[in-house]
T-cell receptor, first 113, second 114 residues
Framework: KAGVTQTPRYLIKTRGQQVTLSCSPISGHRSVSWYQQTPGQGLQFLFEYFSETQRNKGNFPGRFSGRQFSNSRSEMNVSTLELGDSALYLC????????????FGSGTRLTVV | DQQVKQNSPSLSVQEGRISILNCDYTNSMFDYFLWYKKYPAEGPTFLISISSIKDKNEDGRFTVFLNKSAKHLSLHIVPSQPGDSAVYFCAAPSPSSGNTPLVFGKGTRLSVIA
């Protein structure tokens, strides 16, 4: 079966711009979680969506937002990009809410210049 | 506050020898722990887990040991192979948030030298 698909794989944006990243979970998975990976901080939790509802949110500024559609696909948006937003953004899907049975996508590498 | 700590950013081991990756945690409420392996340009993949009621879990070449009193766990890979070269993350589900999110360590880059 198809894995977790994240698009685009690579992205270069300019400071101040906004960006939207997409995540298509494994078929049947209803939970999608987003993480940011940076060299200095490891993987940090952004938010989790389950059945179109945000279940948990990490400690990130309001410039980071997300949503989930009825088909479980999820998008995250970052507005007013800063250089420090350069990172690998990973999404993980699972059948139910929670981290059990996470399957991660390959990530979107965002570079802010 | 880093609840899960991997204090060794990197480790080099010769092929065939044992690799030991360490992880310390501060939150005694963690129920279980997971190890993930990550290759460049790929997402992390689940490797092995251990419940807090156990002190050892084995899966093929991979064994995880848990010392609750020391709040320490370790991943042993025996024998190490070049394909094991990757970044390894220790993680635990946050007990205060319905087991999401996973709290990750910063990772240890393992290099297995042929």
């Amino acid at each position: 079966k198809a894995g977790v698909t994240q698009t685009p794989r690579y992205l270069i944006k300019t400071r101040g711009q906004q960006v939207t990243l997409s995540c298509s979970p494994i078929s049947g998975h209803r939970s999608v979680s987003w993480y940011q990976q940076t060299p200095g901080q490891g993987l940090q939790f952004l938010f989790e969506y389950f059945s179109e509802t945000q279940r948990n949110k990490g400690n990130f500024p309001g410039r980071f937002s997300g949503r989930q559609f009825s088909n479980s696909r999820s998008e995250m948006n970052v507005s007013t990009l800063e250089l420090g937003d350069s990172a690998l953004y990973l999404c993980a899907s699972s059948l139910a809410s929670g981290a059990d049975g996470y399957t991660f996508g390959s990530g979107t590498r965002l570079t802010v210049v | 506050d880093q609840q899960v700590k991997q204090n060794s950013p990197s480790l080099s081991v010769q092929e065939g020898r044992i690799s030991i990756l360490n992880c310390d945690y501060t939150n005694s409420m963690f129920d279980y722990f997971l190890w993930y392996k990550k290759y460049p340009a790929e997402g992390p993949t689940f490797l092995i887990s251990i419940s807090s009621i156990k002190d050892k879990n084995e899966d093929g070449r991979f064994t995880v040991f848990l010392n609750k009193s020391a709040k320490h766990l370790s991943l042993h890979i025996v024998p190490s192979q070049p394909g094991d070269s990757a970044v390894y993350f220790c993680a635990a589900p946050s007990p205060s948030s319905g087991n999401t999110p996973l709290v990750f360590g910063k990772g240890t880059r393992l290099s297995v030298i042929a």
